[in-house]
Structures are given as C-alpha cells and as structure tokens.
C-alpha cells in the first residue's frame, strides 16, 4: 500500500479534500459571483476531465495568460489533478517574449481571456501549442472554455503526484538575459504554507488577491493558502486602489498581499479616510521593505502590517517579520520561517559574521527544484549543500533578523566604497517633498560611480541637491549621499511592483 501522505499534499487533492470537507463554505467571489467550495471543485473536475480527455497527461505542460480570474486558479488546480504543470505567463510581454517562453517551456495547450488573444493570435505560426482555449468568450480559431465545461464530466478523484513533482513554472521576469523558468513542486507550495501557518497566519478571513496572479506574490502569499483552508478568496482582476477600498469594505477582508506602493496608493486615495478597515487584521506586504511613515499611516487606522522576503524560486517566503516587530525591527525583513533556513556568506560562499554584509542564501523544502532546460544555471543557483544563492546583499543582526541592503547587481562602488541604495532610500523617503525615490548607480570619471537619486515628488513641492544632501546627512555618511538628483514623473516598475532600476539607468545615462 503507498503512503497517502505522498498524494496528500498535491493541489489537485487539496482542492477537491477542501471541496469535500466544506462544500457550502464561499471559496472564490469575482465580480460579484460567488463560488462554493463544492462548486469551485465541481469546475475543477469538469476542466480536468476537458483537458485528459485533449490529451493532457502526468508532465505536459499548459499556458495560461491573462489578467487574474477565476479561470487562472481553476487550470491551476485542474493540472494539478493530472500531474501536469500549469505555465502562466506575465500579460505583460511582447509577442516574442510570449513565443520564447511557451516555446522553452513546450506549452501544448494554451488558455487566454479576450484581452490576450489577440497577441497569441499574432504568435500562433511560431508556437508549439496544439490547442488553444478562450476563458471568456469564443473566437475564431479559438474554444470556448465555458462552453465546453457545460457538457464536460467529472474525474472521480486527483492522480496521485509525489511532492518532488512540478506544479507550476514560473518564469522570472530577469533584467538581463533570457527569463528563466523556476519549477516549483507541490512540495514547495505546501512547506510554504506549513511556514506560514507556523509563523504570523494572517489567513484566518477573507482574502483579497489583487496583486497579478502569474506573479508568485499574488498567487502564493496569501491566495492559494486562504484556499486551502476554505478562507474567501476577493479577487479582482487587477489593482485598483479605490477598488481595493471598496471590496475591503463590502467583504469585510481580513488581509491582503501587495507590494508598497499598492498600499501607498491606497493610502493617496480620496477614499482612504472614509473606509471602513476595522475588518483587517494584518496587511502582508513584500517586494520591498514598508516605509516608516506609510507604516504609521495604517497605524493611525489601527491596521499593521506582515513583512516578509522571498523570491519566485523559494515559493516566496525566505523571511517573515511579524506585524508587532514592524516597528521594533524597523527596515528588517524578518526570521527564517520555520522550516527554512537563512544565511549570509562572502565570495567564497563561507558563512560570514552578524552584523557582515554578504549574499543571502535560503535553504529548505520550499526552495525550487531548479531552472526548467537550464541546468547550468541551476547549478549555479544552488550550490552542493542545497543552499539557494539569491544574489542579495544583506546581513543578519545578533538576533537573526534579516536586513537586505540590495540586490548584487544593483549596488554602487563610489570611490572604492560599497554603497547599497536600499539603505539611501528609506532615508530619502522621509523627506516631506518626495513621494517615491529610487537610487541609482551612475558612471563618474572620478568616483567610478555618482549615487543619484531619482525622485517623484509630492504635488506642487519642490526640492534641490543641497537640501536633499543636508536631509540625508543627518543619517547617512558622506560618501552615501547623492552626488546627482533627477526627477521623473513616475518609476518604472514590473508587475510585482519593483523598480526597474535599469531602466533609469538607461534613460539616465547619457
């Protein structure tokens, strides 16, 4: 007799066992329909049953792109009763990003909504793709998900899958060089959950998910777990700040996962003050570090918030702060969960001192499998003892707690001296005229590189170098300072909310 733990953990199980364990509990609401527990595994069955009966098998793999719906998760969880590995890819891509990754990772079926089709319309001559499928309404050349489900049956139960099985490739969005393909397991999903339960769980009410669901943030932070435990999951089809507001009123949602600038928006929006919050127990933020005076903000509304660190290859959390440290550990990303460990090593990937900048590496069961075709970078990634190299510089305290200064690439040597924006920044956010900040590293004949600080500032406030220099002086050692300051109306960012710094080093390096 096998091990039914080995099945248990798979998606495709856990969706139809919570089906089964509450069925008349609201499992998903999207644009004012609501979904049971029962009837979001009923939906399940029926698109496992459409895509076995298409020739889907254990291994192949299926695309999905599009802005989030219902139809994302559902393809998700039918795959994972197959055995097979759902691809979803960033709406935001170019044909030929588009045809690269459904290419390298030999997508055979392809699902999109109305918004997309068009683009994969444009690569179909180029693809690999056998079948393709529309969630939302037909189209020439196209199936119509919905009407196929109609008259679709049901498979009785998930195909077993062992938790060293992929469940999903998720490319990462990369700034140099071809994305690569992190494949993550069932096993990764489930020990990332069992981390986050053993932490701060801030999944005990309705979940909002309105951070891009192709991202591991949006999909992995808080939605995938909420559902796994028969939580609501709100999901909108993409931000919106006074949306965002609305729903958390409407819903009475207990958390939500976005990046700080989504909650800084939320916190510009003319609706802010009037919202009810009362319902949300914690906000879970990550991306990058929340600012001090956005912390006290939602402070003020009686509403903290949950840090943590994480990469798309660690399926996300490597660290969690916890919301009654936020302002005890200011800056810091928080412990190792529970059954992950962090670690800081130089360049001969030697453990190095508290208090020592180095590399952080992140080992544990939540840590991918690897880079889909690429077995030299997933060498690198990953070193012999199973540490996971993120390629971010930071150190750990004499308590543990992790800070991260930047990534490797992004930080600046200015006069032989290593300089990590990150730290610049959240000195510069304080300072009243400037709404967002990001600082760069630009070639200087005599430093070899210039700190600049490129700044969005506040409506109708001014400000110049001299009195940005004194501000930061205060704080941060000369050497730290901004040489250089420019202005833009907004930063670029990718749709995890992270800045683009190498686009504003080539728009600012003439």
């Known amino acids: 007799m096998s091990n039914p733990q080995i099945a248990d953990i798979g998606l495709g199980h856990t969706i139809l066992r919570r089906a089964s364990l509450t069925p008349n509990a609201k499992a998903l609401t999207f644009e004012g329909e609501t979904w049971t527990c029962a009837e979001l595994g009923d939906r399940v069955r029926r698109l496992a049953t459409l895509l076995r009966d298409g020739g889907v098998t254990r291994g192949d793999r299926v695309g999905y792109i599009g802005l989030n719906h219902p139809s ?13 590995v ?3 890819l960033n709406f935001r891509l170019t044909g030929p990003e588009i045809k690269f990754i459904a290419n390298d990772a030999d997508i055979t079926v392809m699902f999109a909504d109305n918004m997309l089709q068009p683009l994969i319309e444009e690569e179909k001559a180029n693809l690999n793709c056998v079948r393709y499928l529309t969630i939302e309404s037909d189209a020439e050349g196209w199936e119509s998900l919905e009407s196929l489900m109609v008259a679709a049956d049901r498979i009785d139960q998930s195909e077993p899958v062992d938790a060293d099985e992929i469940a999903f490739i998720m490319y990462t969005s990369g700034t140099t060089g071809l994305p ?8 990764n999903v489930f020990w990332n959950s069992i981390n986050v339960c053993f932490g701060e769980d801030t999944m005990t009410t309705t979940t909002l998910t309105c951070a891009p669901l192709f991202h591991i943030g949006g999909l992995n932070v808080t939605t995938l777990l909420s559902l796994a435990k028969g939580i609501e999951v709100v999901l909108l089809r993409s ?3 006074g949306e965002v507001l609305k729903l958390i009123e ?7 996962f976005g990046a700080p600038t989504m909650f800084l928006m939320m916190a510009q929006h003319e609706n802010f003050a009037s919202t009810d919050l009362s319902s949300i127990s914690t906000l879970t933020c990550g991306g990058a570090p929340v600012p001090v005076p956005l912390i006290k903000t939602y402070g003020d509304r009686n509403v903290s918030f949950c840090q943590g660190y994480g990469l798309t290859e660690t399926a996300p959390f490597a660290s969690l702060l916890s919301s009654d440290l936020a302002m005890v550990k200011i800056g810091s990303a928080g412990k190792a969960p529970m059954f992950t460990e962090v670690r800081i090593v130089d360049e001969g990937n030697n ?9 952080v590496c992140i080992k544990g069961p939540n840590v991918m499998k690897g880079y889909w075709n690429r077995p030299e970078a997933t060498a690198e990634a990953i070193d012999t003892q199973g540490w996971f190299h993120s390629g971010d510089i930071g150190y750990l305290d004499d308590e543990n707690f992790l800070f991260l200064c930047d990534r490797v690439k992004d ?15 959240s000195i510069l956010y304080a300072h009243s005229s400037i709404l967002e900040v990001a600082v760069i590293g630009l070639p200087d004949e005599k430093w070899g590189e210039a700190v600049t600080a490129i700044a969005v500032l506040e409506e109708g406030a001014s400000l110049d170098l001299e009195e940005l220099r004194a501000f930061a002086g205060e704080s941060l050692a000369r050497y730290k300072l901004p040489s250089e300051l420019r202005f833009v109306d907004i930063l670029p960012r990718n749709p995890a909310g992270k800045v683009q710094k190498f686009k504003l080093k080539e728009q600012f390096d003439v």
């Open 239 to 241: 931000f919106d700040a």
């Open 250 to 256: 409407k819903h009475k949602v207990g958390t939500m």
């Open 72 to 84: 994302f998760l559902e393809i998700l969880y039918a795959c994972g009763c197959l055995g097979a």
């Open 411 to 425: 930080m600046i040597i200015t006069g032989g001296e290593n300089v990590y924006p990150a730290e610049i920044e």
């Open 351 to 359: 453990p190095v001192a508290a208090g020592v900048h180095g590399e």
């Open 86 to 88: 759902f691809v979803p």
């Open 180 to 187: 690569k393909g992190a494949m993550l397991t069932h096993g």
